[in-house]
């Protein structure tokens, strides 16, 4: 056989960054030391919901999920000696992005760097945000004008730079089929040409340049097969939009880009040592097919289920990585799916699928449509109540949760709180003190910088009218101001947005059939009513704080109301006070918290405690959410009633406990109720 010349490798990234911008330069530094060849970096929810570090929704929230970028001395630090024209960054951000990529902008420039070859990429997607991350600040319309000015601008100023990659990955956290994951992603593509198209700023001539800088972000499942099928299906479609709607002739241009996450919603708190082969099959799904191969791939950490990924265990998924690309024969060979009638026949049915729903949502007037009408979240959390339903009932089996569940001893996790890397609670102070010197400094020697007073009326003005907003936030950027005020200054003329719940209007996923035990639950949830002669037990459920992952906390409403409760669910984002005067003027009779980005800590007790100085000792308090031993040990000793992780994933069993917690608080008899 003659030689042929090996394929280069994808791009291999880590997700990382964390406590402050000093920290996760080292981090980074090390990890490029090591052969990661491109930067992916993870901003803290404060940052990513435009709030600085001392506003009161920020509280408990910051540093943890990633790092905290107030202003430009933070972005400064975070890539201080990384040469920035020679970097590949990708940055995981959305309702911010303009603002982070003109301080990325601003410190390149600072470098010396000629901007007109930096690369990398904006995650920039705002309608998964609205479906199922939850770091969404303003309505839907504003939303997409900041995204389209971000990718006219960088079209003339940054051709090398991906303005916005659209981001199926949540999506299938969130529940979505992978037609689904194809259907809302090609319609938000949609959703932004067209609005490129249409808004005059970038000439018909030059739209094949604006769909080449367009990329994707997936989510790779432990289905291999259905997932590598879905990408050629990705490919095939966005070939046939890109071509069709948008007259592009040139192949190149209309190539589907993609970068992938492999599935962290599938790693397991119990037995957590089989998360390295579901990484490597997800990873596979995603390398083994030459004609739909991934550009960049991120795995994530065999312990995320447990907490924050250590430097150890990120290197560990990086050489995950590098055994295939460079001891594996992968790249030396063309696509070895090509001609399979298996493959080919997967394939054209999700097409067709896609297809269908893709023109359903177009009937509807558009992605943005379908996210205001509630249509596309209700979808969503249908179909991952119908996925939680099979899980407990062992029609799909998860090794070592329903399944193989003895296991021996686990050396990897034998001190759990060694396990997983811990974020210092006096950070949050520190970038706080970090922060109020810098706006008392920023005017003076050696930042010097002009008041950002007039930058932000600048900002405003532009917003008002119809001028690109980047030029103006660049300004913002070089007056030293903060995340919360540029986001604050556009919070005022575009308002803020809450996104449907799809609560209410999901379907039944688990009927009560006499014998069942949602049917056993649904009698203890009446018996309770009546013991305590109130028409219909209430259950509040909160998300307190910035974590938007939203997906547990609906789930357990969903459930929940199936079995009798009134729920009241009002979404995410709310201040631990917030939840404690629902709780009191709805007069519920529990009171579930979900979290999962760490700030569990501060926030639930603090919620225990405002029940106790109003009186309502006899409402329980129950924590949901990635919540380490020690921590889940401390939350019971304040006094929360119980606490549910990932490995309990029994949705009725966990709602009969919270009718037992009721029960007890109010001091009635335990109640055995028949099969």
């Given amino acids: 056989m003659t030689e042929r010349q090996k394929d280069r490798p994808w791009l291999m990234r880590t997700y990382a960054g964390h406590s402050t911008a000093e920290a996760s330069n080292e981090l980074y530094r090390r990890n490029l030391a090591k052969g990661q060849t491109g930067l992916s970096v993870a901003f803290d929810l404060p940052t990513q919901t435009g709030y600085d570090s001392d506003h009161i929704l920020a509280r408990g929230e910051v540093g943890r999920v990633g790092v905290p970028v107030a202003h430009l001395g933070d972005m400064r630090r975070l890539f201080q000696d990384i040469p920035l024209e020679q970097m ?46 939850g770091t969404h600040v303003f309505p839907p319309g504003p939303s997409l004008r900041l995204t389209t000015d971000m990718i006219a601008y960088t079209v003339s100023h940054i051709p090398k730079w991906n303005p916005i990659n659209i981001c199926s990955y949540h999506l299938q956290e969130a529940g979505a089929t992978p037609v689904q994951e194809i259907a809302y992603a090609m319609s938000t593509a949609i959703a932004v040409l067209d609005a490129v198209r249409d808004s005059g700023q970038v000439p018909q001539e030059r739209m094949g340049d604006v769909v080449a800088r367009i990329s994707f972000f997936v989510n790779a499942g432990v289905r291999f097969i259905e997932e590598m099928c879905k990408m050629r299906a990705f490919g095939r479609i966005w070939d046939k939009v890109t071509r069709e709607r948008y007259g592009i002739e040139n192949p190149k241009q209309r190539r589907f880009r993609y970068g992938v996450q492999v599935n962290s919603l599938g790693l397991t708190e119990a037995q957590p040592e089989n998360n390295v082969q579901r990484i490597v099959l997800e990873m596979l799904a995603v390398t083994l097919s030459k004609d739909a191969r991934a550009r960049a791939v991120q795995l994530p950490a065999w312990n995320e289920a447990l907490g924050l990924p250590r430097p150890w265990d990120q290197q560990w998924s990086l050489r995950i990585q590098q055994v295939l690309a460079y001891e594996s024969d992968l790249l030396e060979y063309e696509d070895i799916f090509e001609g399979s009638k298996v493959i080919e026949a997967k394939v054209d049915q999700l097409v067709g699928d896609a297809l269908a729903e893709i023109d359903r949502i177009q009937e509807m007037g558009g992605a943005m449509a379908a996210v205001e009408s509630g249509y596309l979240k209700s979808q969503l959390v249908s179909s991952h109540a119908e996925r939680r339903a099979r899980i407990e009932s062992g029609e799909e089996k998860i090794i070592g949760v329903n399944a193989f569940e003895g296991t021996e001893p686990n050396p990897l996790t034998a001190d759990l709180d060694t396990a997983i890397q811990t974020v210092d609670p006096a950070v949050e102070a520190q970038v706080i003190a970090s922060l109020q010197n810098w706006r008392d400094t920023r005017y003076q020697p050696p930042f010097n910088h002009p008041r950002p007073c007039k930058a932000l009326e600048r900002l405003k003005e532009a917003a008002k009218g119809t001028d690109n907003l980047m030029e103006a936030t660049l300004e913002c950027a070089r007056a030293g101001v903060t995340t919360g005020e540029w986001a604050g200054a556009l919070r005022e003329v575009f308002g803020e947005f809450r996104a449907p719940t799809g609560v209410s209007s999901a379907p039944v996923a688990v009927t009560a059939e006499p014998g069942s035990a949602l049917a056993e639950v649904r009698a203890k949830v009446d018996a309770t009513a009546r013991d305590l002669g109130v028409g219909k037990l209430r259950f509040l459920v909160g998300k307190p704080g910035l974590d938007g992952h939203s997906n547990g906390a609906e789930q357990i409403a969903v459930r929940a109301r199936d079995a009798g409760f009134e729920v009241v669910y009002q979404g995410i984002r709310l201040t631990p006070e917030q939840i404690v005067d629902a709780a009191l003027a709805e007069d519920v009779h529990a009171v579930g918290l979900s979290i999962l980005s760490g700030s569990h800590a501060q926030l639930v007790p603090d919620v225990l405690q405002r029940l106790r100085v109003a009186g309502a000792t006899d409402i329980p308090v129950i924590a949901g959410g990635i919540i380490p031993n020690g921590d889940a040990e401390q939350l019971r000793a304040a006094g929360v009633a119980a606490v549910f992780t990932p490995k309990d994933f029994d949705i009725t069993g966990i709602i009969g406990r919270i009718v037992d917690e009721i029960r007890k608080a109010n001091k009635l008899d335990p109640l055995e109720v028949p099969a």
């Avoid at 960054?89 to 992005?97: G, L, P, V, Y």
């Avoid at 007109?116 to 479906?131: A, F, P, S």
Wanted: proline share 0%; hydrophobic share 40%; no cysteine.
């Fill in 88 to 133: 590949n960054t990708s940055m995981t951000i959305n309702a911010t992005a303009m603002w982070l990529l003109a301080l990325y902008q601003v410190v390149a420039e600072e470098q010396g760097a000629d901007i007109t070859k930096l690369q990398g990429t904006t995650q920039n997607d705002i309608v998964k945000e609205y479906l199922s991350r």
